[in-house]
């Protein structure tokens, strides 16, 4: 089994996914070069890489090679980058601050930044197609990471949102809101690990229990920090949120609830993983992360 999650570990598959993304994407020297210069803008050289550390840590936990995960790990976060291109426009939350740096539209333009989300998105679909596992367990990525970018996943969730803000809506809508608009492609990026692992049916149940108490946790920390957090820790800006009008845990609920809340996922997400005993510590340090952090 093995060790318990380490920042050196954690560490070991940034620096893994960060240089498969350096290598994937295009060379900013070449045409169209400010399409290019915008993509590697977007997806380099900042950011959590939470998604693609569940990939590595939830593979590994049963047996997979992390080289053999390399592209789906990266492939996952392109999905995420091009979705916060898009997200940071003037027709979505129109955002000027992205990872302690100007969001894409504003270092380059509005025109640039719809198309760098876009190829983004291609070409996370193209590193997964060709990535060095199984056709089968190719298909299969595809078919999860598809999904949950799409209409029964996270774009489906943004519109859901769009149409919440400035509205009145109930507890359950907002947990159907928030499990597709983030909590499907942390979903598929766990997924994905047990793909590559070849996780039997019973364990990926358990594993969806994970993933779906940790998108939500990680949701209701997002919403806490927008309240609470500082621009300059965090990368981008706070209090977005509460300027637009956002449906969100604290405006619903109110913050100690929402501190509650986070406090039953925490326990949620340790129930799911006892079964498994140590070797899935690397995953329980996640969750872990993703209540705790400050950004």
Do not use: N
């Not at 998604?51 to 080289?67: E, K, V």
């Not at 774009?155 to 597709?180: E, K, P, S």
Request: glycine fraction near 8%; charge should be negative; hydrophobic fraction near 50%.
């Amino acid at each position: 089994m093995p060790d318990p999650a380490t920042p050196a570990r954690l560490a070991q598959w940034r620096a893994r996914v960060e240089a498969t993304l350096a290598a994937a994407l295009p060379d900013p020297r070449t045409e169209p070069a400010r399409l290019h210069a915008a993509m590697r803008h977007a997806a380099l050289d900042g950011g959590k890489r939470m998604r693609p550390l569940l990939a590595y840590a939830t593979g590994t936990a049963f047996g997979a090679d992390p080289a053999a995960m390399d592209d789906a790990a990266a492939a996952v976060e392109l999905v995420h980058a091009y979705s916060l291109v898009h997200d940071d426009l003037p027709a979505m939350d129109d955002d000027d601050l992205r990872r302690g740096k100007p969001t894409v539209h504003v270092a380059f333009d509005e025109a640039t930044a719809i198309l760098a989300g876009d190829a983004l998105q291609s070409l996370a679909f193209e590193l997964l197609a060709r990535a060095p596992l199984p056709a089968q367990a190719r298909v299969d990525m595809l078919a999860e990471l598809a999904t949950a970018a799409g209409v029964h996943g996270m774009c489906g969730g943004q519109a859901l949102d769009i149409d919440a803000t400035g509205q009145a809506i109930d507890v359950d809508a907002l947990l159907r809101l928030h499990a597709l608009k983030t909590g499907a492609l942390l979903r598929a990026s766990v997924r994905m690990g047990a793909i590559a692992a070849g996780v039997d049916a019973d364990a990926r149940a358990q594993l969806d229990r994970f993933a779906e108490a940790l998108g939500l946790a990680f949701q209701v920390r997002d919403d806490l920090l927008d309240i609470e957090g500082d621009s300059a820790v965090m990368g981008k800006t706070a209090g977005k949120d509460l300027a637009q009008d956002k449906a969100t845990f604290p405006a619903l609920l109110g913050i100690d609830a929402s501190r509650a809340r986070l406090d039953a996922l925490r326990a949620e997400m340790g129930e799911a993983l006892a079964p498994f005993g140590q070797r899935t510590a690397d995953l329980a340090a996640l969750g872990r992360q993703a209540i705790d952090r400050d950004h």
